[in-house]
């Protein structure tokens, strides 16, 4: 398992216009913004993390 170079900054991308248009809806997507966060960011840490241990274990 490998994350891709860029792959970090396409999903901070996406996660940036999703709150904008959370933003721009109103107040109730906001709510479902910060779970599409949480989502996110724990996603980000599993697929890093993964990598760091396959990365160890190759070593």
Same mark, same amino acid.
């Given at each position: 398992?490998? +994350?891709?170079?860029? $792959? $970090?900054?396409?999903?901070?991308?996406? %996660?940036? %216009? *999703?709150?904008?248009v959370? &933003?721009? +809806?109103?107040?109730?997507?906001?709510?479902? $913004? +910060? +779970? &599409?966060? $949480?989502? *996110?960011? *724990?996603?980000?840490?599993?697929?890093?993390?993964?990598? &760091?241990? &396959?990365?160890?274990?190759?070593?």
């Amino acid at each position: 398992m490998s +994350v891709q170079p860029g $792959t $970090t900054g396409r999903l901070a991308t996406a %996660v940036v %216009v *999703v709150e904008c248009v959370a &933003v721009l +809806v109103g107040g109730g997507a906001v709510v479902v $913004t +910060v +779970v &599409v966060d $949480t989502v *996110v960011v *724990v996603a980000a840490a599993l697929v890093v993390g993964a990598a &760091v241990v &396959v990365g160890a274990a190759v070593v």
